[in-house]
């Protein structure tokens, strides 16, 4: 983790951005990200949740699923993540892994950890579910009409 150069701006009163109170560390940030992003991170999360293995595989897999939800959500305005989403692609995995040996080198606990990763994935899987119903309302809207027979 490293001091930004400019702190970041968190534009006052919108919906994308929230503030978490996080037991020892205080008011933290976050952004949720754009729709696109947030269905494979609740895609893994699922995965994690429910495939067959044994109970520490599962904790485990969550645990970096969750460190890739504070990545991806992450929007400190004085401090920005060295591990870059961009350098692990589309695993998540490994990009929950990297945020989560940055987060233990900058002090933050197991415990605070899950704390936030939870309201997280709670206000990300709000912000997909009303993304969808948006997609849904507007699905269609551009459909030509057909001409009725006479």
Known sequence: MRDRRRPK??????ANYFAL???GRGETWWRVPFPIFIAPLLQAHADAVLRDQ????RAMETMMVAGAAIG??????ERE????KREHGSDLIGYGEAVLDELHDDGWTAAQVG???PAIIKR???AAATANSEVQARVGFSRA??????
């Open 9 to 14: 701006t968190i534009p006052p009163d919108h």
């Open 21 to 23: 109170d996080v037991e």
């Open 54 to 57: 044994s109970s520490l595989e």
């Open 72 to 77: 991806l959500c992450w929007c400190d305005p």
């Open 81 to 84: 993540l060295h591990a870059g």
């Open 115 to 117: 704390e936030v990763a």
């Open 124 to 126: 990300i899987t709000a």
């Open 145 to 150: 009409r057909r001409a009725e027979a006479h």
